[in-house]
């Protein structure tokens, strides 16, 4: 991904916004989704945060990515991103989702009792570390217990794993028993497998430096596509490629954050919704001559997002798509809305960093996580990544108790 600090896109872990297109095979799979209404505003292409309002820009230099200019051949060149502008699907249809983790083992027999597996807590109440065992080798009640554990600890790491290897249609398969794989209105994928998000910052790719002429940090916290209806789930992140150091990920507990704050203020964010846009991240793309998959959607979450297996309570506003406060005047909303993403932000005693090793998978409960992307190496080495992304329930909020 290349920054470039005169765009105003949002910058997020996921963001490949502005593509030169590759050629990709026409694509048959539909899904479906809300429109926005006739009528609403048309996007601009400006995050109304300015505080997160960043650029990334995606230009694959081929010739640098099969090593014709001096940089090694990507390992992985199937898995590059491809735009292909046939792809248009309906509006996502609703669907009953049952999260996995209802049926699972809470002693994890098959994840974290067999011999040879260690783990460790990466902090109190955010983030598990885990070697010695094969996620694909896991059987249905082992990736039960899976989910399970990604909605108590909010983050699991597993080192040394196989996914970067398989098949992209086994990876797809493994990511569905998590629910159904979402398609990205706007981002690149690999060529033919569209459920498949691909983070991927090219060999050579100097342009951070031009987004530092005008910016201090690409921090951008966020919660994946929370602008669904049914925002994902349970979400795997693995590496294909890493520089040697740097292009880590944070993540923040939204549990934990919620906990924090007095019970006063708990009950008065009760019953509140928030409306979350993904209108800008479309005018983003398509002023750019970039992808539009699916019609841009804007949909109500209330600020207080119930966990479907654990009961915890969470805080589910995020600065790149949450945009008002339903109900309350711009004022007020502002006020509430900021406090919030600073108190998330500013909270490093509930959040994690994870950095990425050869074979590492992250899991992710996105429901009641935030994260963003550190684009912090200057080295010009490759980062290159692929998100498979289930996903979840419509949120639901259950009453406040003290």
Known sequence: ????????????????IVPVP???SKLQSVVTETEVKPGEKKAEVKDPNDAYAALFANKIDIDAESGKKGHAAAKYPH?????????????????????????ADTTYPDLLQPAGVQSSLLTPTIGTEIRGIQLTSLTDAGKSQLAHLVASRKVVVVHDQDFADLSIPEALEYGKFFGPLHIHPTTGAPEGH??????????????VDRF???????????????????????TFLYVLEKPETGGDTLFVDGVEAYNRLSPAFQERLHGLKAVHSGVEQ????????G??????????????????????????????????????????SDVILKFLYEHLAYGADFQVRVRWGQGTVVLWDNRVTQHSAVVDWRSGERRHLARITPQ???????????
């Open 1 to 16: 991904m290349a920054p470039h600090a005169e765009d105003a896109v949002t910058l997020t872990e996921s963001s490949v």
């Open 291 to 332: 992808l539009l998959r699916r019609e841009p959607v804007r949909t109500e979450h209330p600020i207080v997002r119930t966990h479907p297996v654990t009961g915890e309570k969470a805080l589910f506003v995020n600065p790149v798509f949450t945009r008002e406060i339903v109900g309350l005047k711009k004022e007020e």
């Open 392 to 402: 979840g329930e419509k949120p639901f909020e259950t009453p406040f108790a003290a």
């Open 212 to 234: 530092f002429a005008n910016r201090t940090s690409t921090v951008a916290w966020h919660s994946d596509v929370s602008y669904e209806r049914q925002p994902p789930a349970v």
């Open 282 to 289: 479309a005018g983003a793309s398509t002023s750019r001559g």
């Open 79 to 103: 898995y590059l991103p491809t735009w292909d502008h046939s792809q248009k699907y309906a509006p996502l249809e609703p669907f009953t989702h049952v999260d996995p983790g209802h049926a």
């Open 22 to 24: 590759v050629a990709a």
């Open 194 to 207: 569209p459920e498949v998000h691909i983070v991927h910052r090219g060999a050579g790719d100097d342009g």
